[in-house]
């Protein structure tokens, strides 16, 4: 009995603990579109058979949906005459991509259940397919966002981290997101796969102290002092199609590729989770997929908020 009471405790315990996303559940979609799961992952596996950078490229768009604003899709919105829209802010210029496989998604994903699902929600698991199709971990996504009926330049502009943020910076965006130093780390991680243009990283390889040689010696040879800015070059130069994680091995031989990384290992908190991933990377995936959760529950709107997008460019 006194166990049962015990047991009952903990459940409630823990529904209050994730009470705040109450809204977003796996099974959102039921019935509605029970295969939702499944085009996605079809669309995905072929995308990143074809070209393996689009699953760091999709995993991004969501980075960059789920911070400004909340993830709510306003990330995939033009320009229009009454806002303007994310995509040209600083930190997506010229940078962000993998709109069209969205697309490709939402047509095949409408086709089989009639609009009902919202451009956030494709995102989501968008990302999550992306990831573990490069190697890295699965988990349940969370259903029910819906997608924005606006977007905003200035806020793109502001709640994004930089490659030059310092390592308190960085610390304060993520809180006033509801994220930890833990979270932060461990979401850095993903910066395992993908790429970086020059322009990004061309102030650390020249001017920082702690800085690896032989890996800036590399680099400024693809990065030179003044010129191509749109040079590109591997996050993690081990694998930068491998979802592993070797990202903290090399900020720990201080060979990350940005600032923003390398202010990871550099004598601050954060020191401890690097080293722990570093070596075990069952550890980095367990945490990697608690803080992405976290993260994928930033302001969504639920209920009868936002709308569902017939075309993930445009409102309805
Ligand atoms: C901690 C602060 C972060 C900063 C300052 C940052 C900054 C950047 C920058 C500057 C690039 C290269 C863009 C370019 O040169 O065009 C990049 C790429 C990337 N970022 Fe981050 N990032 C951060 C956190 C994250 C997080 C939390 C995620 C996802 C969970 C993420 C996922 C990626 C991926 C996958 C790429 C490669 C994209 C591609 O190859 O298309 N980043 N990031
Ligand atoms: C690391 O710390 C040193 C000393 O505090 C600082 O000069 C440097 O900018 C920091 N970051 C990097 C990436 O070197
Ligand atoms: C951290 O601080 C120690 C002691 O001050 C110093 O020897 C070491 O080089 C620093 N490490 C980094 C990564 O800045």
Known sequence: MAFAKGLLLVALVSLLAHSTNAQLFPNFYGARCPN???????VMSQTVAQDPSMGASILRLFFHDCFVNGCDASVLLDDTATFQGEKNAGPNAGSLRGF????????????ACGGVVSCADILALAARDGV??????SWTVLLGRRDSRTASFSAANSNLPSPSSSFNTLVSIFASKGLSIRDLTALSGAHTV????CTNFRSHIYNDPNVNPSFSGARRNMCPQSGGDGNLAPLDFQSPNRFDNGYFQNIMNRAGLLHSDQELFNNTSADIFVRVYSRNSAVFATDFVSAILKMGNISPLTGTNGEIRVNCRKTN
């Open 132 to 137: 573990n199709l490069l190697g890295g971990p």
């Open 36 to 42: 939702l799961q499944s085009i996605v992952r079809s």
């Open 194 to 197: 993908g790429q970086a243009r």
């Open 100 to 111: 069209q496989v969205i697309d490709a998604i939402k047509s095949r994903v409408d086709a």
